[in-house]
T-cell receptor
Framework: DGGITQSPKYLFRKEGQNVTLSCEQN?????MYWYRQDPGQGLRLIYY???????QKGDIAEGYSVSREKKESFPLTVTSAQKNPTAFYLC???????????????FGPGTRLTVL | AQKITQTQPGMFVQEKEAVTLDCTYD???????LFWYKQPSSGEMIFLIY??????QNATEGRYSLNFQKARKSANLVISASQLGDSAMYFC???????????FGAGTRLTVKP
C-alpha cells in the first residue's frame, strides 16, 4: 500500500531536549511538507521541500530544522529553541513540486508531541 | 490577513440529512485552487474534493459537492445523506500560484446525530 507514515504517534520530550519526528512516503512524490496544528486551529506550515537536498521555510520555521537527503524521507527536528513545541505535527506530500494549483497534498497520521 | 474563513466553529446535522459547511476566501489572483479536507478524531487529514477557479462546473465526489460562487469568493462544502462517520473536523484550504503551500481555515466541527 502506498502512503505516508509518521512515527512515533505520541512523543514526550523534556524541556531543553531536541527531538526528531519521522516522515516517510512511498508515493514517489516530489514535494513534502510539515505542518503544525494547535487545538482548535487550522494548519500552519513549518517547512516544505520540493526536491531532494532543498527546502524552504514556512510561516513558523523558528525553532525547527529539516533535512531532505532522500526523496522518500523528510524528518523534522524540534529544537530546544522552539518556545512552545507541544502540538500535533502533520507531514504531507504532493506529486508535483507543489506548484500546480490542483496539486493535492496527502497527509500522514500525525505525531502528537508533548513537552513535559 | 486571514485568507480562509470558516465562520461555523460547530455544526449539528441529523443522520441522513444534508449539511452545508461554509468557506470564504480572499485572493487577488484570478487562478487558485480550493480544497476540502476531513479530519476525524484520529488526526489524519483526508482529502475530499478540489475546485479550480476556472472550472466551469461545481466539483462533486460521491456524497460531497462544492457550491462554488466565484463572485462571492465562497466555496461551501455540501454533504448529502449524512452518516455517523461524517462526524469530524472539516477544513477548507486554498492554493495560490505565488505560494508553494496551502492556506487552511480554522475548521468546522461537524456532529451527526442519530
Amino acid at each position: 500500500d502506498g502512503g505516508i507514515t509518521q512515527s512515533p504517534k505520541y512523543l514526550f520530550r523534556k524541556e531543553g531536549q531536541n527531538v526528531t519526528l519521522s516522515c516517510e512516503q512511498n508515493l514517489n512524490h516530489d514535494a513534502m511538507y510539515w505542518y503544525r496544528q494547535d487545538p482548535g486551529q487550522g494548519l500552519r506550515l513549518i517547512y516544505y521541500s520540493q526536491i531532494v537536498n532543498d527546502f524552504q521555510k514556512g510561516d513558523i520555521a523558528e525553532g525547527y530544522s529539516v533535512s531532505r537527503e532522500k526523496k522518500e524521507s523528510f524528518p523534522l527536528t524540534v529544537t530546544s529553541a522552539q518556545k512552545n513545541p507541544t502540538a500535533f505535527y502533520l507531514c504531507a506530500s504532493s506529486a508535483d513540486r507543489g506548484t500546480g494549483l490542483s496539486d493535492t497534498q496527502y497527509f500522514g497520521p500525525g505525531t502528537r508531541l508533548t513537552v513535559l | 490577513a486571514q485568507k480562509i474563513t470558516q465562520t461555523q466553529p460547530g455544526m449539528f446535522v441529523q443522520e441522513k440529512e444534508a449539511v452545508t459547511l461554509d468557506c470564504t476566501y480572499d485572493t487577488s489572483d484570478p487562478s487558485y485552487g480550493l480544497f476540502w479536507y476531513k479530519q476525524p478524531s484520529s488526526g489524519e487529514m483526508i482529502f475530499l474534493i478540489y475546485q479550480g477557479s476556472y472550472d466551469q462546473q461545481n466539483a462533486t465526489e460521491g456524497r460531497y459537492s462544492l457550491n462554488f460562487q466565484k463572485a462571492r469568493k465562497s466555496a461551501n462544502l455540501v454533504i448529502s445523506a449524512s452518516q455517523l462517520g461524517d462526524s469530524a473536523m472539516y477544513f477548507c484550504a486554498m492554493r495560490e500560484p505565488r505560494n508553494n503551500d496551502m492556506r487552511f481555515g480554522a475548521g468546522t466541527r461537524l456532529t451527526v446525530k442519530p
